[in-house]
Each structure stands twice: as C-alpha cells, then as structure tokens.
C-alpha cells in the first residue's frame, strides 16, 4: 500500500512537472508570437504613412506637369 502511494505521488509529481514545463513553453511561444505581430503591425503602421506621402506627392507633381503643359 505505502508502494503504490508513493508510485503514485511520484507519478503526479511527474505529471506536474510535465504539465508546469508545457505550460512555460506555451506562455513562451504565445509571447514571441504576440511580440512578433506587434512589430509587424509597428512596421506596417510606420511604412504605410510614407508609402502614402509618395503616392501623394507623386500625384501631386502628375498634376502639376499636366497643369503646366
């Protein structure tokens, strides 16, 4: 009877530790993952104002050529 306890409690034991490492791990990955779209979106929110000025400008001087020929 005191065997198979302890097996037992060993056995949990086991398991936790199993259970705590997945757990880590997980909490890990979802937080590199989270940092990661956040920089792309960092990325994407920087560029796209200046892709947008160019495109601006670039119509603006369009214009202007059309206006003055």
Known sequence: MVMRLQVL???MVMRLQVLHIYMVML???LHIYMV???QVLHIY???LP???HRYMVMRLQVLHIYMVM
Do not use: D, F, P
Request: proline share 0%.
């Open 9 to 11: 409690h060993i056995y």
């Open 27 to 29: 909490l890990q990955v």
């Open 36 to 38: 990661m779209r956040l």
């Open 45 to 47: 929110m920087v560029m």
């Open 50 to 52: 200046q892709v947008l």
